[in-house]
């Protein structure tokens, strides 16, 4: 069984500062990790993808998160907010069973004032 | 490249009426497909995937049924609506044996 736990639901920053999305992961095999983004009314766009290779994974938009196999964590990094980011954001689990299916975390709202 | 497409983007639909929701790709062949559903302030939650023509498995029983009568089409339906079934309904692909998803544009339906 795999699950994913997003610890906060909403993350207000101010334009220019950092950003830390939390995410933390619970799977029986060696996991793939994702990072989506959406914005309002819209599908979801991938954002960066971690699956065994370098544990520090780089994505779109200065997007960046690094796999932590001994915290079981995936936490999405900004080094500077832009109020183009505002947007829900989605960290998933994805098994290595045939099926490939992905396991959403509830999401984390992010508001950037400016 | 690759495009997938959902329509339609919003529907407005009393208690009691059938539901129709589709969703094609374009630029690939054999690819999984499937549906999720979003409610209100929550995550997605997998409803169906299929891996060919005619294959569907169910992830959570409900008032939903799916079908693909092409490769690269995915539909959705209900035979008589619950206010429950309201969401932000999306469809998404990947190449078989890949686990990254690509997601269409979804479907906003309102059951009234």
């Known amino acids: 069984a795999q699950s994913v736990t997003q610890l906060d639901s909403h993350v207000s920053v101010s334009e220019g500062t950092p950003v830390l999305l939390r995410c933390n992961y619970s799977?029986?095999?060696?996991?793939?990790l994702f990072w989506y983004v959406q914005h309002p009314n819209k599908g979801l766009q991938l954002l960066l993808k971690?699956?065994?290779?370098?544990?520090l994974v780089k994505g779109i938009n200065g997007f960046e998160a690094e796999f932590k196999k001994s915290e079981t964590s995936f936490h999405l990094t900004k080094p500077s907010a832009h109020m183009s980011d505002a947007a829900e954001y989605f960290c998933?689990?994805?098994?290595?069973?045939?099926?490939?299916?992905?396991?959403f975390g509830s999401g984390t709202r992010l508001q950037v004032q400016p | 490249s690759q495009t997938i497409h959902q329509w339609p983007a919003t529907l407005v639909q009393p208690v009691g009426s059938p539901l129709s929701l589709e969703c094609t790709v374009e630029g690939t062949s054999n690819p999984n497909l499937y549906w999720y559903r979003q409610a209100a302030g929550r995550g997605l939650q997998l409803l169906f995937y299929?891996?060919?023509?005619?294959?569907i498995s169910s992830e959570v029983p409900q008032n939903l049924s799916a079908s693909r009568p092409q490769d690269r089409q995915f539909i959705l339906s209900s035979k008589k609506l619950l206010l429950s079934d309201s969401g932000f309904y999306l469809c998404?692909?990947?190449?078989?044996?890949?686990?990254?998803?690509?997601f269409g544009a979804g479907t906003r339906l309102s059951v009234l």
């Open positions: 799977s029986s095999y060696s996991p793939s």
């Open positions: 971690y699956t065994s290779a370098a544990t």
């Open positions: 299929s891996v060919g023509i005619g294959q």
């Open positions: 998933v689990v994805s098994s290595d069973t045939g099926r490939r299916a992905l396991t």
């Open positions: 998404a692909w990947s190449v078989q044996g890949w686990n990254i998803q690509y």
